[in-house]
């Protein structure tokens, strides 16, 4: 299981965006970079310097998934057929973690990763705790009947900061199906992600 080392919102702060689309996030105060020169104007952006901004920004996004996780998912996303960045959205967006989190069951994906890791989580009624594992379409995932009750899940079913997506079908308030593999457009992401400057990362 990935861990964070630092606050969720240096993140935030080091790429100058609201990643999560969070009404905490502290860009939404201080659009400038942490430290004290946070404020100086910035050069020019290499190539290289752009590639790797739209990887950690993506890795970011998934809850700070481990390299190792993230650069598997890319060399399976180019050996399968057709666009290599369509198909690695395609592959993050699987994880059972993330369908918790667009189902809305949680508030955020590390909440999302929690709820699996403790044991709250059921894929096809067989419960599962591994939040990086592999959904495929026509998998329900369904919360435990503790879950249900937990302030958690009741605080992130009445956010009104996100919608559920339409590649999650939702059967009541505690059970979701996946329909489909998303493509880039269809995947709710507060900001712009570039996959493909994350493809040409790793294909230098």
Known sequence: MSKRHSAKHKLDRRMGENIWGRPKSPVNKREYGPGQHGQRRKGKM???GLQLRAKQKLKG??????????KKAYEEAS????????????????????????????????????????GHVRVNG????????????GDEISLSNKAQEMALVLEAQSLAERDIPEYVAMDGTAKATFTRVPTLDEVPYPVKMEPNLVVEFYSR
Not at 61 to 70: A, I, L, M, S
Not at 86 to 104: F, H, P
Not at 126 to 137: D, F, G, L, M
């Open 126 to 137: 067989v419960k599962c705790n591994i939040a990086s594992r592999r959904c495929y379409v």
């Open 79 to 118: 050996r399968m057929k057709g666009d290599t960045s369509q198909n690695l959205i395609g592959l993050l967006e699987q994880r059972l973690d993330m369908i918790v989190y667009r189902a809305k069951f949680a508030p955020t994906i590390w909440a999302a990763r929690q709820l699996v890791s403790h």
């Open 46 to 48: 290499s190539d290289f």
């Open 61 to 70: 996004y998934y809850g700070d998934v481990t390299e190792k996780q993230f």
